[in-house]
């Protein structure tokens, strides 16, 4: 079946821009995910959703930040006034929805900031 | 606070040889541990989920073992092909904050030469 996928595959945007990345998961997976992938941080979790509610938030940077999902399915990562130093490769994830599942990842959306 | 390690950070081997890449964990209450391929501009590829109570995964020519109480897990390759080359990464579901997330280590960059 179908995996996660993630859209736009690369994003150039200028300096306190808005962007939105997207990412629908695969079907029937409750949990989402997304990460956060730069040069200097490695890999890190940004925000948990389970079906629409985010309980744990605790990985967004700033309130430039922030997400939503809709019908259990698609999700939005909205950034406010971009900075340099969001510029990262953003990764979705998705799983069934226990803590004991495995975590399937989209392709990342790649995000520059000039 | 969850750290995770990888050693070595590179590593170049000729083809056919057998590789071990380590991972290690400071926290041992953890849900599973994950194993993770990543390819030049690409996303993660799982390669292997161990749960907490297993010792050890093994699909194809990959073995995944996990010693959860000193906080250890290693990843076996055998015969390794050009193919195996690209960023192997693993990551821990804490127990600690609900297991919502993934922490992830640096990774080992892993090149197979002909």
């Known amino acids: 079946g179908a995996g996660v996928s993630q859209s736009p595959s690369n994003k150039v945007t200028e300096k306190g821009k808005d962007v939105e990345l997207r990412c629908d998961p695969i079907?029937?997976?409750?949990?989402l995910y997304w990460y956060r992938q730069s040069l200097g941080q490695g890999l890190e979790f940004l925000i948990y959703f389970q079906g629409n509610s985010a309980p744990d938030k605790s990985g967004l940077p700033s309130d430039r930040f922030s997400a939503e999902r809709t019908g259990g399915s698609v999700s939005t990562l909205t950034i406010q006034r971009t900075q340099q130093e969001d510029s990262a490769v953003y990764l979705c994830?998705?799983?069934?929805?226990?803590?004991?599942?495995?975590?399937?990842f989209g392709p990342g959306t790649r995000l520059t900031v000039l | 606070k969850q750290e995770v390690t990888q050693i070595p950070a590179a590593l170049s081997v000729p083809e056919g040889e057998n590789l071990v890449l380590n991972c290690s964990f400071t926290?041992?209450?953890?849900?599973?541990l994950q194993w993770f391929r990543q390819d030049p501009g690409k996303g993660l590829t799982s390669l292997l989920l161990i749960q907490s109570s297993q010792r050890e995964q093994t699909s194809g020519r990959l073995n995944a073992s996990l010693d959860k109480s000193s906080g250890r897990s290693t990843l076996y390759i055998a015969a390794s092909q050009p193919g195996d080359s690209a960023t192997y990464l693993c990551?821990?579901?804490?127990?600690?904050?609900?297991?919502?997330?993934?922490?992830f280590g640096t990774g080992t960059q892993l090149k197979v030469e002909l």
């Open positions: 926290d041992s209450a953890i849900y599973n």
């Open positions: 990551a821990v579901r804490a127990v600690t904050g609900g297991g919502n997330k993934l922490t």
């Open positions: 079907s029937g997976h409750t949990a």
């Open positions: 994830a998705s799983s069934p929805g226990t803590q004991r599942n495995e975590q399937f």
